[in-house]
């Protein structure tokens, strides 16, 4: 599996909207694309305009292939409202977080 954290800049007064599209996009690309396991989003507490998405694939060939068509269809939505500063893909070595109950 791997991880992809994506950096934005989101436009002042356009955080919540970004949210509810990051929401709805994840949701279709989880829905339609082979591999897509979905992802978390996060705001900074200092900066609320800067946030991280962090997509889960199943393979980087998978990941390629999605973002390779990504910006013009499946995540044009969320690049009207914000700037990608960066895309990275890590390999995931290990998870230990834990859900309260």
Not at 56 to 70: G, K, L, P, S, V
Request: glycine residues 4%; aromatic residues 8%; negative net charge.
């Amino acid at each position: 599996m791997i991880r992809v954290v994506y950096r934005w800049k989101v436009a002042p007064g356009h955080q919540a909207e970004f949210e509810t599209t990051w929401q709805k996009t994840t949701r279709a690309i989880h829905d339609h694309t082979e591999g897509a396991l979905g992802s978390i989003c996060l705001r900074s507490i200092e900066n609320p305009g800067e946030m991280i998405t962090m997509a889960t694939w199943q393979t980087e060939e998978q990941w390629r292939a999605f973002i390779r068509q990504a910006k013009h269809q499946s995540m044009k939505s969320l690049h009207a409202l914000a700037t990608l500063v960066s895309a990275t893909p890590y390999v995931e070595v290990g998870d230990e977080t834990v859900t309260p109950e």
